[in-house]
């Protein structure tokens, strides 16, 4: 398994600002993700955080919202722009590719307030 | 569309019950499937993944496979209201692609 750490851990913003999250896992690993959770709901993938180039969106959602780094094996970011009340839910990174498993596992999530 | 369907609950065991979850799956090339258990306000977390036709047993949890019936559900021996929480399943449908299901809510009454 990989040990994964998120920060900020939860936050509350003002909309029309903008938020990165950090996720950091203790060794490399091939997939990185970014998933929404809204309270009570199931997960909604928004990104695979590829190294070296750009991001691969799921349908409904773009760059210019969520822009994603991935500069190295072990580390990404999440940027929720110009947030708006409709932007707070729980933001999740999850990896996979540890040695020759497909498991993937889950950080511990990032709670996102938008006022 | 590729899809993984659960039941969303609640299922309502009594303590010390065998509790029973199921997933049924749409996509016939799916290879590798996974139960995870989330606690409200918590992220998922892994409890088992299944490969192979049959059952994959770990401590109180047993994963079973049917793939000719699209089928894997979870049992859990002697619930315990500790496992109250909510179980995913999801499925692995290309090299690094997965699909999780809505997600089936576990109450275990003591």
């Known amino acids: 398994s990989a040990v994964i750490s998120q920060k900020p851990s939860r936050d509350i913003c003002q909309r029309g600002t903008s938020l990165t999250i950090q996720c950091q896992v203790d060794s490399q690993v091939t997939m990185m993700f970014w998933y929404r959770q809204q309270p009570g709901q199931s997960l909604t993938l928004i990104a695979t955080?590829?190294?070296?180039?750009?991001?691969?969106?799921e349908s409904g959602f773009v760059i210019d919202k969520f822009p994603i780094s991935r500069p190295n094996l072990t580390f990404s970011t999440l940027t929720v722009s110009n947030m708006s009340p409709e932007d707070s839910s729980i933001y999740l990174c999850?990896?996979?590719?540890?040695?020759?498993?497909?498991?993937?596992?889950f950080g511990p999530g990032t709670r996102l307030t938008v006022t | 569309q590729k899809e993984v369907e659960q039941n969303s609950g609640p299922l309502s065991v009594p303590e010390g019950a065998i509790a029973s979850l199921n997933c049924t799956y749409s996509?016939?090339?799916?290879?590798?499937f996974f139960w995870y258990r989330q606690y409200s306000g918590k992220s998922p977390e892994l409890i088992m993944s299944i490969y192979s036709n049959g059952d994959k047993e770990d401590g109180r949890f047993t994963a079973q496979l049917n793939k000719a019936s699209q089928y894997v559900s979870l049992l859990i021996r002697d619930s315990q209201p500790s496992d109250s929480a909510t179980y995913l399943c999801?499925?692995?449908?290309?090299?690094?692609?997965?699909?999780f299901g809505t997600g089936t809510r576990l109450k275990v009454l003591a």
């Open positions: 999801a499925v692995r449908a290309g090299t690094y692609k997965y699909i």
């Open positions: 999850s990896v996979a590719g540890t040695g020759n498993s497909y498991e993937q596992y």
């Open positions: 955080a590829n190294q070296g180039s750009e991001a691969t969106y």
């Open positions: 996509d016939r090339v799916s290879q590798s």
